[in-house]
């Protein structure tokens, strides 16, 4: 930052708009604003740097509505387990979208994927509930591909609280 500090007294023959204009035409290609201020008995001339404004990211929140699950349910994880794509996405920062990103919560539905598993040419991952078991062939059909195990913190507290876990 550029500070010049003139004494007002050795002002003689120029008057202060031309000794700003100088102090401004000297140092115009270091900085792009100017500021001046009089203070005690001096003329403060001042070079600020401007700095880029960042806008931040384009779609940085993201809203979610998930239903009710009472803890009565008879079997609480597979009831939390349907409501769990909410904190996978929110985990690994991705959108569970069918095409490139899978979640698979039982064997039935890994066996109706993989069953069509030629269709799925762009999957980047697949998030499978941890009580999904692949057969041979299934894990032979997965071994190029990135696989999370959904994680059981996600509703430890919850699954405690009602005895399905310790």
Known sequence: MLERKIKISDFKDSTIPEEIAAVKLEYRGQYPKFATEIKDTYLYV?????????????????????DFV?????????????HIAEMVQLEHGVKIDGSKYLM??????????????????DVRALYV???????????????????HIIPDYYFNFELKEVGETW
Do not use: C, M
């Not at 509930?129 to 591909?145: G, I, K, P, Y």
């Open 129 to 147: 509930s941890r009580n999904v078991l692949f057969t041979t062939e299934q894990n032979a059909l997965l071994a190029d591909t990135e696989i």
């Open 70 to 82: 009472s803890k009565d349910e008879e079997y609480l994880s597979d009831a939390l387990l349907k």
């Open 46 to 66: 001042y070079g600020v740097t401007v700095y880029e404004k960042y806008t931040g990211i384009p779609a940085n929140l993201k809203y979610y509505r998930t």
């Open 104 to 121: 698979i919560l039982d064997d039935d539905q890994a066996d109706e994927i993989l069953s069509h598993w030629q269709d799925y040419a």
